[in-house]
């Protein structure tokens, strides 16, 4: 009897253990931070806000780097860290350098959250509201943001370099980008509609608007128009990844794909024929699948590989480490 109790305890513990495992967000929760930081959402909304108001596109740039932080070693803030002695941090990484932007408004952001609730509230956690806030702002739909994630103490610009898909990506490959961080094909198309808002480089789609044969040839003339074809010059003149509404967030990237009107080779590589082509279609005809299956990716992406418990810190100053 006594063995039985004690087989029945450790099957018990080890079914414990095993849940624990299985799931590393176990522990991130909407209400995480209702007793530690009650003004938390409403504090980052409206410095959200104000930086949209000075700045429309600012809201693009913010829910991207939410997405360039969870793909490189999870969400964990370490996209935020500057340089030091001993690591160069991802802001110097090829998809970043020079492209991704929104630091001094995260900077104000935490300041803001540092001063309703000092030293409660993580770099990685003021990211994934900031993302879900701008989407909202930009006439997106609105979900509960999952918290409870800490700060990494290091950043990595190799693991930058390697886990960010390319513009230049294949469907083929951005479908195993996604997949090595556990998200499905379905996840990476309706990601991909973040597309609708924000602005992309020439360097980026120069290539498609003068080779390409997949593109609507009335949109590559006016795109190369603001895009010399020489490299190295115009490389950092800027074009709508949506070309109706860069600043209204709904589902006319899809409508641009199915008029072979994507501004990057990946964006078109979603709609070429392959077998992504009715998902594209769908969303783009229903709206309200888009949203749907948009947000249920966003809440799988920020549950990739967070810090919890007493891994990372929660640090002060998201540049730097404690
Ligand atoms: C599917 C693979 C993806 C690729 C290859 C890709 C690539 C790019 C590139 C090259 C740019 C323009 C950068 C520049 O020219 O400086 C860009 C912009 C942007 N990306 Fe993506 N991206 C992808 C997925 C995503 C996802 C999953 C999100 C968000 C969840 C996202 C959000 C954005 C936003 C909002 C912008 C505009 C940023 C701004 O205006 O500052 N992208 N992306």
Redesign the pocket.
């Known amino acids: 009897m006594a063995s039985f109790s004690s087989s029945l305890k450790a099957f018990v513990a080890l079914a414990f253990l095993m849940l624990f495992i299985g799931s590393s967000s176990a522990q991130l929760s909407p209400t995480f931070y209702s007793k530690s930081c009650p003004n938390l959402f409403t504090t980052v909304k409206s410095a959200v806000q104000s930086a949209i108001s000075k700045e429309a596109?600012m809201g693009?740039?913010l829910?991207?780097l939410f997405?360039h932080d969870c793909f490189v070693n999870g969400c964990d803030g370490s996209i935020l860290l500057d340089d030091t002695s001993s690591f160069i941090g991802e802001k110097r990484a090829a998809p970043n350098f020079n492209?991704v932007?929104g630091f001094d408004v995260i900077d104000n952001i935490k300041s803001a959250v540092e001063k309703a609730c000092p030293g409660v509230v993580s770099c990685a956690d003021v990211l994934a509201v900031t993302a879900r806030d701008s989407v909202v702002i930009l006439g997106g739909p609105n979900w509960n943001v999952k918290l409870g994630r800490r700060d990494a103490r290091t950043a990595s610009q190799g693991a930058a370099n390697s886990s960010i898909?390319?513009?230049t990506?294949s469907l083929s490959a951005?479908i195993s980008s996604f997949s090595a961080v556990g998200l499905s094909t379905k996840d990476?198309v309706a990601?991909?509609g973040?597309?609708t808002?924000?602005?992309?480089?020439c360097t980026?789609f120069r290539a498609r608007v003068y080779n390409e044969t997949n593109i609507d040839s009335s949109f590559a003339q006016t795109r190369q128009g603001n895009c010399p074809r020489t490299v190295g010059s115009g490389d950092n003149n800027l074009a709508p990844?949506d070309l109706q509404t860069p600043t209204k967030f709904e589902n006319n990237y899809y409508k641009n794909l199915v008029n072979r009107r994507g501004l990057?080779h990946?964006d078109q590589q979603l709609f070429n024929g392959g077998s992504t082509d009715s998902l594209v279609q769908t969303y783009s005809n229903n709206p309200g699948t888009f949203n749907s299956d948009f947000v249920a990716a966003m809440i799988k992406m920020g549950d990739i590989s967070p810090l919890t418990g007493s891994n990372g810190e929660i640090r002060k100053n998201c540049r730097k480490t404690n």
């Not at 808002?197 to 480089?201: M, N």
């Open positions: 596109r693009a740039s829910l991207r997405f492209s932007r898909p390319p513009p990506s951005l990476m990601l991909s973040s597309h808002i924000g602005q992309a480089r980026n990844l990057l990946s």
